[in-house]
């Protein structure tokens, strides 16, 4: 709350000394004024190996929305996309040769992600219900639907939400949320030993400051690194 009200009252500062309606050396005190620092453990959670197959087993109820979840689900653990990326995924981003997707993320940043050769038959059975229609490449589908009416617009950011609560519900994994996944995926690519900076560029931050905070290896990763020094 400090820092909010300390923002504000800078953005009014610079805002009178653009209109030289307060005097530079005045401007500058207040500049300098530092916000607070801080630090609070890691909310969220990383999914395991386990509970990762838990979530997409669930998913095959033999409906057309239980082939179109489990395939969205295992993008977003497996690639670590976030809600507005799912749903504005176009058929034209895919490269089936490369098994990878290109499209434009937050902040307007163009990034390439590659999906898991795992992943890679639930995603190609989905495809192949779907159609390789250009479009939407998880459009709505309501309860009963036929894949001959599938209309393909795209979904809207919320509806991604709803899947994965119910999915999760389903699967008995509580508090679980969409961008539980992308910590997911942060994880697991940390414990695969890839590079920080890779995993940065893989989820689009700006910064890797950021992308450390994805990190939810906790104490075991603590324990297995300072059981492999050596003096």
Same mark, same amino acid.
């Given at each position: 709350?400090?820092?909010?009200?300390?923002?504000?009252?800078?953005?009014?500062?610079?805002?009178?000394?653009?209109?030289?309606?307060?005097?530079?050396?005045?401007?500058?005190?207040?500049?300098?004024?530092?916000?607070?620092?801080?630090?609070?453990?890691?909310?969220?959670?990383?999914?395991?190996?386990?509970?990762?197959?838990?979530?997409?087993?669930?998913?095959?109820?033999?409906?057309?929305?239980?082939?179109? /979840?489990?395939?969205?689900?295992?993008?977003?653990?497996?690639?670590?996309?976030?809600?507005?990326?799912?749903?504005?995924?176009?058929?034209?981003?895919?490269?089936?040769?490369?098994? *990878?997707?290109?499209?434009?993320?937050?902040?307007?940043?163009?990034?390439?992600?590659?999906?898991?050769? /795992?992943?890679?038959?639930?995603? /190609?059975?989905?495809?192949?219900?779907?159609?390789?229609?250009?479009?939407?490449?998880?459009?709505?589908?309501? +309860?009963?639907?036929?894949?001959?009416?599938i209309k393909i617009c795209n979904m809207l950011p919320c509806s991604v939400y709803r899947i994965v609560k119910r999915r999760a519900k389903a699967a008995k994994i509580p508090t679980l949320t969409p961008h539980d996944l992308r910590r997911t995926f942060a994880s697991r690519m940390l414990e695969a030993?890839?590079?920080?900076?890779?995993?940065?560029? %893989?989820?689009?931050?700006? %910064?890797?400051?950021?992308? *450390?905070?994805?990190?939810?290896?906790? /104490?075991?990763?603590?324990? +297995?690194?300072?059981?492999?020094?050596?003096?």
């Amino acid at each position: 709350t400090i820092n909010l009200y300390l923002y504000a009252m800078k953005g009014v500062a610079r805002e009178a000394f653009s209109n030289v309606v307060m005097p530079q050396v005045a401007y500058l005190k207040i500049s300098l004024i530092r916000g607070l620092s801080y630090q609070r453990l890691p909310t969220g959670q990383s999914l395991t190996t386990h509970q990762c197959k838990k979530l997409l087993n669930v998913c095959d109820d033999n409906t057309l929305s239980g082939l179109r /979840d489990k395939a969205l689900l295992a993008l977003m653990m497996g690639c670590g996309l976030r809600r507005a990326e799912i749903t504005s995924l176009q058929m034209e981003h895919w490269d089936p040769k490369e098994s *990878a997707f290109t499209f434009i993320g937050k902040g307007n940043k163009q990034r390439k992600v590659y999906l898991p050769p /795992d992943l890679e038959p639930i995603f /190609d059975s989905w495809i192949s219900v779907r159609g390789s229609t250009e479009g939407s490449i998880f459009p709505p589908i309501h +309860k009963g639907q036929k894949k001959e009416s599938i209309k393909i617009c795209n979904m809207l950011p919320c509806s991604v939400y709803r899947i994965v609560k119910r999915r999760a519900k389903a699967a008995k994994i509580p508090t679980l949320t969409p961008h539980d996944l992308r910590r997911t995926f942060a994880s697991r690519m940390l414990e695969a030993g890839i590079d920080l900076f890779v995993l940065q560029q %893989s989820m689009g931050h700006a %910064s890797i400051a950021v992308t *450390a905070r994805y990190d939810r290896r906790g /104490d075991k990763a603590k324990v +297995k690194a300072a059981r492999s020094l050596h003096f």
